[in-house]
C-alpha cells in the first residue's frame, strides 16, 4: 500500500511539472489549439476520387439466368465487387452498417417474372453514402450499367422489352447520409486525423526534450521509475486530447450540422481509447528517437500513411489490397470507422467491436514496445 | 566481496564498453567516508561513466562494486535515495522557476513539510527573492548553486558531483568550493570531477584516468614526488617563442605556458639542462621549481596521448 501511494505521488510530481511546462511553452499550446481550427476550415472542402471495385453485397431471392448476368454485368462494370452473397436481409444489412460493404443490392422474389411480364421490377441498389466520394460514380452508372445488361440478354421472344424507356426501375438509396454532404465524412474524420498529429507528435517532443536538454539524467538519477515517468508525463496530453475533441464535436454540431446518430458515450469511449493509443505510440517514438527533430520526423512518417490509408482522404473500399492491409494496421482506421459508425449511422457496440479490439490490440503492442524501450539506465 | 562499512564508495574491476569501445578499462576506487575526492582526467577518459556506473545509471560490462554499502548492480534503487548525483551538463528544468524545480525534486523523494522545506532551501541558497524567476534566466554560477541545493536537499550522504564548475566565473568558483567544504564538514562524502588544477588542490585525494584506466591515485603531495618530474621556468620578454623550439627536444617531456612564464617538464634533471643551453639562455630568466600538479597533469596526458572523446 505503501508502495502504491508513493508511485502515486511521484507520478503526480512528474504530472505537476509536466502541466506547468506545457503552459509556459506558448507555440506548442497554441498549436494544439489552433490545429484543430485551422484543419476544420481546410477540410471544408471535399475530396473527389472515383474509387473502383467496392465490396457490394448481394441480397438475392431469386437466381435464374436473367438475374446472373445482371449481376455480371455489375461486376464487370468494374464498380461493384461482388464480395458476398445472401437471401437473408438482414445480414446484408448488418454488412452495410459494419462498413464491410459499401453497397447492398437486392433483387427481389419474382423479379424475372415481372420483368418478363414488362412490369418493370425494381433493381433496390442501397449504398453507404456515409463517404459520398466513395459511392457517387458507382451509383451513377448503375442504371446504365443494368439497362445495357438488360438490352444484350432480352433478345427474341423478349425483345420487345429491351427498347422501353428501361425494363427495369433502378432504385438506389443512399443510406446514412442521403444528401451526400461531404463535410458529414469529413469532419468526423479530422477528429481522428487531428488526434493522431497533435498528440502522438507532442508527446514525442516532450519526452525528447528531456533526452535533449541532458534533464533525462536528472530524472533517472531521482527515484522516479520508467513507467511512473511515463504516465505522469503522457497524463497532461489526454486533457490536450480532450479540449481537442471538444472544439470538432461542437464544431461538427453547430458549424457543419452534422447528425449525431448514435451514442455519445459510446463515441467517447472510442475516443478515450484511442487518446491512448496515439500518446503510447508518441511515447514509443520518443525511446527511439535521439533528438526532438527526428521525433517530428518520425511523427510525420506515421502520420502520412494514417492520413492516405485509413479511408480519410480516399475511400478505403476503394483502395488495392495492400493499401488495405496497411490501412488495418493504423489505429486510425479503426477509429474512423467508429466515428463515422456511431455518428453517421448510429452504430451500436456489437458493430464497433472489431474496430475497438482492433485499437485494444494496438495499444498493447506499442506499449510493450515502448516499455522494453524506455530504459531505467543510461545505455 | 565483503562490504566495508567505512568505504563510501569501494568498486573493483569496473568496465564499462559502449559496441566496440572501451569507455572505462577495468577500474578500482575505495574511497572513505567523509572525504573529498577529485577526478581528474582528459576529455573522454571515462570519469562521467565511471560515476554513472557508481550511482547505478549504467550497468557495468563487468566488475563488481558497493555504494554506501549497497550493490551497484542490484540495488540501485537505494543508491538513488542515499545519494545525490549532479549531471554533467547539471541542467535543471529552464522552463520551471527556480522554486518549481525543488518543489519538484521534493515531491519525487516525498519529503515532509514540503513548503518548508523548499522555504528553507531557499533561503541558504539566498535565492528567496528570485524564486519566481525562469532557473534557465540564471546565470552559470546561480544555476551549478540551485543545482547543488536541489541534490543536496533529501539530505544524501554521498554527493558525485560531474564537473560542477565548468563555465563558471573565478569567484563563484571559490563560492562553490566553500559550499562542497562545508557539506564535507557536515559529513558528507564528496567526489568532484574537475579539469581545474587549483580544484584538485582543495581534494584530499586524486584519482586521475586517461584511455579508462586509472593511472594514478593518492594526495596531491604525493603525485608531485611520486611524478619524478623536474620542472624548470623561464620568464622574461623572449618567452613567447621558445616553446616551440623546446617542444620535442630530448629529454623535454612537456614544454607549457603558465601565464607570462614557460614551464620545462622532463624526468631528468641533466637532459633537460641540456635541451634549455641547446636553445640558448639569452632574453630569458631560467629557473628550476618545484612541479605544479598541472605540470604533472600535462605530462601524465601527454603521456597517455591527449583527447581521448570519440569523434566517430
Ligand atoms: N552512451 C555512450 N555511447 C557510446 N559511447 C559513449 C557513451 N558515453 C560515453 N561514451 C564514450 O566513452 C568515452 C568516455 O566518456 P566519458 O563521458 O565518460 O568521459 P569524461 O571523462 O567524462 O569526459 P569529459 O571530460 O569530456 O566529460 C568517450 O570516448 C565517449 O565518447
Ligand atoms: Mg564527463
Same mark, same amino acid.
Given at each position: 500500500?505503501?508502495?502504491?501511494?508513493?508511485s502515486?505521488?511521484?507520478?503526480?510530481?512528474?504530472?505537476?511539472?509536466?502541466?506547468?511546462?506545457?503552459? #509556459?511553452?506558448?507555440?506548442?499550446?497554441?498549436?494544439m489549439?489552433?490545429i484543430?481550427?485551422?484543419? %476544420?476550415?481546410?477540410?471544408? &472542402?471535399?475530396?473527389?476520387t472515383?474509387?473502383?471495385?467496392?465490396?457490394?453485397?448481394?441480397?438475392?431471392?431469386?437466381?435464374?439466368?436473367?438475374?446472373?448476368?445482371?449481376?455480371t454485368?455489375?461486376?464487370? =462494370?468494374? &464498380?461493384?465487387d461482388?464480395v458476398?452473397e445472401?437471401?437473408?436481409?438482414? !445480414?446484408s444489412?448488418?454488412?452495410l452498417?459494419?462498413?464491410e460493404?459499401?453497397?447492398?443490392?437486392?433483387i427481389?422474389?419474382?423479379?424475372?417474372?415481372?420483368?418478363v411480364?414488362?412490369e418493370?421490377?425494381?433493381?433496390?441498389?442501397?449504398a453507404d453514402?456515409?463517404?459520398?466520394?466513395?459511392?457517387?460514380?458507382?451509383?451513377a #452508372?448503375a !442504371? !446504365?450499367?443494368?439497362?445495357?445488361?438488360?438490352?444484350?440478354?432480352?433478345?427474341?421472344?423478349?425483345?420487345?422489352?429491351a427498347?422501353?424507356?428501361?425494363?427495369?426501375?433502378?432504385?438506389?438509396?443512399?443510406? &446514412?447520409?442521403?444528401e451526400?454532404?461531404?463535410?458529414?465524412?469529413?469532419?468526423?474524420?479530422?477528429?481522428g486525423?487531428?488526434l493522431?498529429m497533435?498528440?502522438v507528435?507532442?508527446?514525442?517532443i516532450a519526452?525528447?526534450?528531456e533526452?535533449e536538454?541532458?534533464?533525462?539524467?536528472?530524472?533517472?538519477?531521482?527515484?522516479?521509475?520508467?513507467l !511512473?515517468?511515463?504516465?505522469?508525463?503522457i497524463?497532461?496530453?489526454?486533457?490536450?486530447?480532450?479540449?481537442?475533441?471538444?472544439?470538432?464535436?461542437l464544431?461538427?454540431?453547430?458549424?457543419?450540422?452534422v447528425?449525431?446518430?448514435?451514442?455519445?458515450w459510446l463515441l467517447?469511449?472510442?475516443?478515450?481509447?484511442?487518446?491512448?493509443a496515439n500518446l503510447? %505510440?508518441?511515447?514509443t517514438?520518443s525511446?527511439?528517437?535521439k533528438?526532438?527533430?527526428?521525433?517530428?520526423?518520425?511523427?510525420?512518417?506515421f502520420?502520412?500513411? =494514417?492520413?492516405?490509408?485509413?479511408g480519410?482522404?480516399?475511400?478505403?473500399?476503394g483502395?488495392?489490397?495492400?493499401?488495405?492491409v496497411?490501412?488495418?494496421?493504423?489505429?486510425?482506421?479503426?477509429?474512423? #470507422?467508429?466515428v463515422?459508425?456511431?455518428?453517421?449511422?448510429?452504430?451500436?457496440?456489437?458493430?464497433?467491436?472489431?474496430?475497438?479490439?482492433?485499437?485494444?490490440?494496438?495499444?498493447?503492442?506499442?506499449?510493450?514496445?515502448?516499455?522494453? #524501450? &524506455?530504459?531505467?539506465t543510461?545505455? | 566481496?565483503?562490504?566495508?562499512?567505512?568505504?563510501? /564508495?569501494?568498486?573493483?574491476?569496473?568496465?564499462?564498453?559502449?559496441d566496440?569501445?572501451?569507455?572505462?578499462?577495468?577500474?578500482?576506487?575505495?574511497?572513505?567516508?567523509?572525504?573529498?575526492?577529485?577526478?581528474?582526467g582528459?576529455?573522454?577518459?571515462?570519469?562521467?561513466?565511471? /560515476?554513472r556506473? /557508481?550511482c547505478?545509471?549504467?550497468?557495468?560490462?563487468?566488475?563488481?562494486?558497493r555504494?554506501?554499502?549497497?550493490?551497484?548492480?542490484k540495488?540501485?534503487a537505494?543508491?538513488?535515495?542515499?545519494t545525490?548525483?549532479?549531471?554533467?551538463?547539471?541542467?535543471?528544468?529552464?522552463?520551471?522557476?527556480?522554486?518549481?524545480?525543488?518543489?519538484?525534486?521534493?515531491?519525487?523523494?516525498?519529503?515532509p513539510?514540503?513548503?518548508r522545506?523548499?522555504?528553507?532551501?531557499?533561503?541558504?541558497?539566498?535565492?528567496?527573492?528570485? $524564486?519566481?524567476q525562469?532557473a534557465g534566466?540564471?546565470?552559470?554560477?546561480?544555476?551549478?548553486?540551485?543545482a547543488?541545493?536541489?541534490?543536496?536537499?533529501h539530505?544524501?550522504k554521498?554527493?558525485?558531483?560531474?564537473?560542477?564548475?565548468?563555465g563558471?566565473?573565478? $569567484?563563484?568558483?571559490?563560492d562553490?568550493?566553500?559550499?562542497?567544504?562545508?557539506?564535507s564538514?557536515?559529513g558528507?562524502?564528496?567526489?568532484?570531477?574537475t579539469?581545474?588544477?587549483?580544484?584538485a588542490?582543495?581534494?584530499d585525494? /586524486?584519482?586521475?584516468?586517461?584511455?579508462?584506466r586509472?593511472?594514478?591515485?593518492?594526495?596531491?603531495?604525493e603525485?608531485?614526488?611520486?611524478s619524478?618530474?623536474?620542472?624548470?621556468?623561464?620568464?622574461?620578454a623572449?618567452v613567447?617563442?621558445?616553446?616551440?623550439r623546446l617542444?620535442?627536444?630530448?629529454?623535454?617531456e612537456?614544454?607549457?605556458?603558465?601565464?607570462?612564464?614557460?614551464?620545462?617538464?622532463?624526468?631528468?634533471?641533466?637532459?633537460?639542462? $641540456?635541451?634549455?643551453?641547446?636553445?640558448g639562455?639569452?632574453?630569458a630568466?631560467w629557473?628550476?621549481?618545484?612541479?605544479?600538479?598541472?605540470?604533472?597533469f600535462?605530462?601524465?596526458?601527454?603521456?597517455?596521448?591527449g583527447? $581521448?572523446?570519440?569523434?566517430?
Amino acid at each position: 500500500m505503501n508502495a502504491v501511494t508513493a508511485s502515486l505521488s511521484r507520478i503526480l510530481a512528474v504530472f505537476m511539472k509536466e502541466l506547468i511546462q506545457m503552459r #509556459r511553452d506558448r507555440m506548442t499550446f497554441a498549436m494544439m489549439l489552433a490545429i484543430p481550427v485551422l484543419q %476544420l476550415v481546410l477540410f471544408g &472542402y471535399a475530396i473527389n476520387t472515383d474509387p473502383k471495385d467496392l465490396p457490394t453485397a448481394v441480397h438475392v431471392e431469386e437466381r435464374t439466368p436473367i438475374v446472373r448476368s445482371l449481376l455480371t454485368a455489375l461486376e464487370t =462494370s468494374g &464498380y461493384y465487387d461482388l464480395v458476398f452473397e445472401t437471401d437473408d436481409p438482414r !445480414e446484408s444489412a448488418a454488412l452495410l452498417a459494419r462498413g464491410e460493404v459499401s453497397f447492398v443490392v437486392s433483387i427481389p422474389a419474382g423479379f424475372t417474372e415481372d420483368l418478363v411480364r414488362g412490369e418493370r421490377p425494381q433493381f433496390l441498389i442501397e449504398a453507404d453514402a456515409s463517404d459520398p466520394s466513395a459511392s457517387s460514380n458507382a451509383v451513377a #452508372r448503375a !442504371e !446504365e450499367i443494368v439497362n445495357r445488361a438488360l438490352r444484350h440478354d432480352l433478345k427474341g421472344a423478349l425483345a420487345h422489352l429491351a427498347p422501353s424507356a428501361g425494363p427495369v426501375e433502378v432504385v438506389v438509396h443512399a443510406r &446514412y447520409n442521403p444528401e451526400a454532404i461531404t463535410q458529414y465524412n469529413i469532419v468526423p474524420g479530422l477528429l481522428g486525423v487531428i488526434l493522431t498529429m497533435t498528440l502522438v507528435m507532442i508527446t514525442g517532443i516532450a519526452m525528447t526534450r528531456e533526452a535533449e536538454r541532458g534533464t533525462m539524467e536528472n530524472l533517472l538519477a531521482m527515484p522516479a521509475r520508467p513507467l !511512473e515517468v511515463m504516465i505522469g508525463k503522457i497524463a497532461p496530453y489526454i486533457g490536450v486530447g480532450a479540449v481537442q475533441t471538444t472544439i470538432i464535436l461542437l464544431a461538427a454540431r453547430y458549424l457543419f450540422d452534422v447528425p449525431f446518430a448514435g451514442a455519445l458515450w459510446l463515441l467517447l469511449c472510442g475516443v478515450v481509447l484511442f487518446l491512448v493509443a496515439n500518446l503510447a %505510440l508518441g511515447f514509443t517514438f520518443s525511446t527511439i528517437a535521439k533528438s526532438q527533430m527526428q521525433a517530428m520526423q518520425l511523427t510525420f512518417f506515421f502520420f502520412l500513411p =494514417s492520413i492516405l490509408l485509413s479511408g480519410f482522404m480516399f475511400p478505403y473500399r476503394g483502395m488495392p489490397a495492400w493499401a488495405q492491409v496497411i490501412g488495418e494496421a493504423l489505429p486510425l482506421t479503426h477509429f474512423l #470507422r467508429i466515428v463515422r459508425g456511431v455518428m453517421l449511422k448510429g452504430a451500436g457496440y456489437a458493430d464497433m467491436q472489431g474496430a475497438f479490439l482492433a485499437i485494444g490490440l494496438f495499444i498493447l503492442a506499442v506499449g510493450t514496445i515502448a516499455m522494453l #524501450r &524506455y530504459k531505467r539506465t543510461l545505455d | 566481496m565483503t562490504a566495508r562499512p567505512d568505504l563510501a /564508495i569501494d568498486v573493483r574491476g569496473l568496465v564499462k564498453r559502449f559496441d566496440d569501445k572501451t569507455a572505462v578499462d577495468g577500474v578500482d576506487i575505495q574511497m572513505p567516508r567523509g572525504q573529498v575526492w577529485g577526478f581528474l582526467g582528459p576529455n573522454g577518459s571515462g570519469k562521467t561513466t565511471t /560515476i554513472r556506473m /557508481i550511482c547505478g545509471l549504467l550497468r557495468p560490462s563487468a566488475g563488481e562494486g558497493r555504494c554506501l554499502g549497497f550493490d551497484i548492480l542490484k540495488e540501485s534503487a537505494r543508491i538513488k535515495l542515499a545519494t545525490g548525483y549532479m549531471t554533467q551538463k547539471s541542467s535543471f528544468w529552464g522552463d520551471l522557476t527556480i522554486r518549481e524545480n525543488l518543489e519538484f525534486v521534493a515531491r519525487l523523494y516525498q519529503m515532509p513539510r514540503l513548503r518548508r522545506r523548499v522555504d528553507e532551501t531557499l533561503e541558504t541558497l539566498g535565492l528567496s527573492h528570485r $524564486q519566481h524567476q525562469l532557473a534557465g534566466a540564471l546565470s552559470g554560477g546561480w544555476k551549478q548553486r540551485l543545482a547543488l541545493a536541489a541534490v543536496t536537499m533529501h539530505e544524501p550522504k554521498l554527493l558525485l558531483l560531474d564537473e560542477p564548475t565548468a563555465g563558471v566565473d573565478p $569567484q563563484a568558483r571559490r563560492d562553490f568550493w566553500d559550499e562542497i567544504h562545508r557539506l564535507s564538514a557536515a559529513g558528507l562524502t564528496v567526489l568532484v570531477s574537475t579539469h581545474y588544477m587549483d580544484e584538485a588542490e582543495r581534494c584530499d585525494r /586524486i584519482v586521475y584516468l586517461a584511455h579508462g584506466r586509472l593511472v594514478t591515485e593518492g594526495p596531491v603531495a604525493e603525485i608531485i614526488a611520486g611524478s619524478g618530474l623536474v620542472t624548470f621556468r623561464a620568464r622574461g620578454a623572449g618567452v613567447r617563442d621558445l616553446a616551440e623550439r623546446l617542444r620535442g627536444a630530448p629529454g623535454v617531456e612537456h614544454a607549457a605556458y603558465f601565464g607570462a612564464a614557460l614551464h620545462v617538464s622532463g624526468p631528468e634533471r641533466s637532459a633537460l639542462e $641540456q635541451a634549455i643551453d641547446g636553445i640558448g639562455r639569452d632574453g630569458a630568466v631560467w629557473e628550476e621549481v618545484e612541479p605544479s600538479l598541472e605540470d604533472v597533469f600535462i605530462t601524465l596526458m601527454a603521456r597517455s596521448g591527449g583527447d $581521448q572523446r570519440d569523434h566517430g
